[in-house]
């Protein structure tokens, strides 16, 4: 017998599939006959839903990014918690290895073949994210923690700069983790125009989080 599924739920249920074979086959190698095959529907009830391939990533990838910007934007408003403590937390609850997150997407995400998918998640938390840490760094600027003209600027040149730089941070040894850590922070201090060591244990937990 033919089952007939609300309109939500068929879509999240493409959803579900297409973020499973795109985390164990990758983007480009996974085709929408593979996401028809696996869920058992008709190709025109996929093309109601979503367009392209692409279509189905964009709005994966939003609905993964659109959860943990609704965290982190709960953990900002929390005005009782100190601005700087509530930004070590908001940056953490931002790793996704801490997160019910489809670890072998992640992986797939970081493969060069894959670069697409990184582009747009990346995007997305950007355009998600900023404004949230901008909130937060002009609360310091009211309360004479930190100074600058750009405020948005420069949360986009660190977000942007860390998404770079530290992505494949465990592939570096030990000592040259700690060196880009350190020169991470030094020049973040400059830029918000903060004394030398005043962001070390904001950012510090943020990349030693998994440490034991």
């Known amino acids: 017998m033919r ?18 074979l795109f985390g164990t086959k990758g983007f480009d190698n996974t085709s929408t ?16 839903h979503f367009k392209s391939k692409e279509e189905i990533l964009d709005a994966m990838i939003s609905r993964i990014t659109d959860r943990l910007i609704e965290k982190a934007e709960a953990i900002a408003a929390q005005k009782n918690v100190p601005v700087l403590q509530r930004l070590t937390m908001m940056m953490l609850s931002l790793n996704v ?3 019910n997150f489809n670890q072998e997407l992640l ?3 970081h493969k060069p073949q894959n670069a697409l998918m990184h582009q747009k998640m990346e ?20 309360q004479g923690i930190c100074q600058t003209d750009y405020p ?5 040149m660190t977000f942007l700069y860390a998404n770079t730089v530290f992505d494949d941070l465990m592939e570096h040894s030990e000592e040259e983790k700690r ?12 830029l918000l125009n903060m004394e030398q060591g005043s962001m070390k244990e904001v950012i510090m937990p943020i990349f030693y989080s998994d440490d034991k």
């Open 3 to 20: 089952v007939v599924k609300e309109a939500e739920e068929r879509k999240n249920e493409i959803l579900d599939v297409a973020e499973r």
């Open 107 to 109: 992986k797939q995400v």
């Open 123 to 142: 995007k997305c938390m950007l355009s998600g994210i900023n404004p949230i840490i901008t909130g937060l760094i002009n609360e310091g600027i009211e």
């Open 152 to 156: 948005e600027e420069v949360v986009e």
């Open 33 to 48: 006959s593979d996401i028809l095959d696996e869920i058992g529907i008709a190709r025109g009830t996929l093309y109601y």
């Open 97 to 99: 290895s801490n997160d």
């Open 179 to 190: 060196r880009k850590i350190a020169a991470y922070i030094y020049n973040l201090e400059r």
